[in-house]
Each structure stands twice: as C-alpha cells, then as structure tokens.
C-alpha cells in the first residue's frame, strides 16, 4: 500500500500494532507492514470534519517535491484520510524522527517534547541531550522558520503547546509539530472543535477560536519560554533569556520589545518575520505609506487664445 497519491485508505486494509500515543481526541498506533507510519484513529468520528482533513492532504500534495520533504521533516502532516463504512475514522502520518526520542530510565522510549526545554534538567532526564546557549537559540529560530512557513501557506496552526512541539539538537538544531489536524486554512472550520493547552492559550480569544493573531501569541509564549527556560513567563511580564543565549545587546533588546509587544490586541502582535529579524540582530525599520503626491493646479488661461510657433534650426 501506498499513501503517496493522498487517496483514502479503508480501516479494513489496516492492521494496528501498538498504541504510542493517546490523547483527548484520539490514539496513535504504529501498523503492521507499514514502518515509518503511524494512525490517528478519533474517538468521536461522528465529529470530525472529513472536508477539512481533505483540504490538509491537499495542501501537502500541491507542494513541490522538495516543499513536500521540507514539511514531512518538520510536521506529522496528514498524508491520507482512513475511512470505514464511508465516515472517516482517521488519518496517516509519519512517525517522527528517531532523533526526537529518547529512552527513560525504564526502558520506554519517549518523545523529545518542548517540555523538557522550559525547565532545568532533572535526573530522570538523563537521555535527553540539553542544548548549548546556541543551540537553544537555533531552536528559537527554527521554531520561528517554521511556523512563518505555515502563515506564509495561509493556514493557522491553532495548538502550539509544550506538548506539540518535539525538538533535537542532533545531528543539528530542529523542531518537529504534532498534532498537524489541528491546523486548518484561515477562515475555514477545523477538522475538530479547536483544543486549548491550559496556560497555552490567548487570553484575548474566546475559547475554541483561533486566528493568526492568536497563533502569533502563542508562537511568541514558546520562544519567550524557550529563551528563558521558564514554563510560565508570558507576553506582559519580563522577559529574562538564559545567559548567551542572545549574544549581543541589539537581539536582545528586540527581542525583549516584541515579547512585550505580544501582549497586545489583535493586529498589534509581532509577526513571525518580526521575529526573525528581530533574532538575526538587523535593526527594524518601521515603513510609513507614501502620501500620494498633490497634482499642480493648471491655469486654464495659459492654454487659451493665440499662440506664438517657434522654430527649431536643424544641423545641416
């Protein structure tokens, strides 16, 4: 079997093996003969949005070739519907990177989730690498790359909690989103009534209401929390980064300013390009619309009654 063309696959063709993830909407099984794939099976179908899920898998099958490796290395995006009696029961995706895994003390392996970025490492965390000062601003980075990627697109991501978020520093730097169903093309209905993280979510939306405002202050609580190794600062308190995590005084300053700027109402909020730049430590100019320029009054007079024909000697 083949997920390639997007088609929907029959939960009768199916065969789960193990559940490796279990949350409020649904559970995630890993599938005999298929390595490498996971399903999301739902456990309300009769609440899911099959239109929405297929607009997902379109998005991804209109991208190029190398769009479509550069989002299947960075989010377990919905490769194709699974459908039982026409109702869909769920989708297909790819597992995440080996690198985003890391085995615990008592032998289960785990995902690398961002979590364990916004606290000091604890014993029991012995199996997950902790970045380097640059390498957790690489990841700041990266998670800005990435979510700018998808506004860019004309989609909202609605979730990014400490949850949905996976990250490594091995072999480099990189982020990897969960929960991709949750996403959905602005102004359209999501594939489920939207999921809200406790501490995670825009105290200025009303719940279960996304935009691309509020994922701009959710994008801004991850890199705020991220730089400071700090699971509660949000927009509105200081900001503190961790020492040579921003190695100059120009990004930090800015970046310090659009925190605080996040904090803001809607169409106030910095977007994700702010940010890059803001991280890169280019200086922000802010543009102003050009006034359109004031036509000269003519003198009708200058136009009228007789005029005087000169004449233009040529060379010879």
Avoid at 48 to 55: F, H, Q, T
Avoid at 59 to 88: I, K, Q, Y
């Amino acid at each position: 079997m083949t997920v390639a063309d997007g088609a929907d696959v029959p939960l009768s063709s199916l065969r789960p093996l193990r559940k490796v993830g279990d949350g409020g909407q649904g559970e995630v099984s890993t599938l005999e003969g298929l390595p490498g794939l996971l399903y999301k099976s739902y456990r309300e179908p009769h609440r899911v949005a099959g239109d929405a899920l297929s607009r997902l898998v379109s998005v991804r099958l209109a991208l190029t070739p190398t769009e479509r490796f550069r989002l299947d290395a960075s989010a377990a995006w919905p490769l194709c519907r699974v459908v039982d009696a026409g109702r869909v029961t769920g989708f297909l995706m790819h597992e995440a990177p080996a690198s985003m895994r890391w085995s615990a003390g008592d032998g289960t392996e785990r995902l690398t989730e961002l979590a364990f970025l916004l606290r000091p490492a604890k014993p029991a965390w012995q199996g997950v690498l902790q970045p380097t000062p640059a390498e957790r601003y690489a990841l700041v980075s990266a998670l800005v790359e990435l979510v700018d990627g998808l506004h860019a697109a004309g989609l909202v991501v609605g979730d990014v909690s400490q949850a949905n978020v996976l990250w490594t520093v091995r072999p480099e730097p990189a982020v990897y989103l969960l929960d991709c169903d949750g996403i959905r093309l602005s102004g359209s209905a999501p594939v489920l009534a939207q999921a809200d993280t406790p501490d995670w979510n825009d105290p200025l939306a009303p719940a279960g209401t996304v935009t691309v405002d509020s994922d701009r202050y959710k994008a801004a609580l991850a890199l705020g929390r991220i730089l400071a190794q700090d699971p509660y600062v949000a927009p509105g308190r200081p900001l503190t980064p961790l020492p040579g995590v921003l190695d100059d005084d120009r990004k930090d300053a800015a970046v310090r300013a659009l925190f605080a700027q996040a904090a803001g109402a809607y169409g106030t909020r910095p977007g994700l390009g702010q940010w890059r730049v803001a991280l890169a430590g280019r200086q922000q100019i802010k543009l102003t619309a050009a006034k359109p320029r004031t036509r000269p009054e003519l003198d009708p007079s200058a136009l009228e009654g007789p005029r005087t024909r000169g004449s233009i000697r040529l060379r010879d």
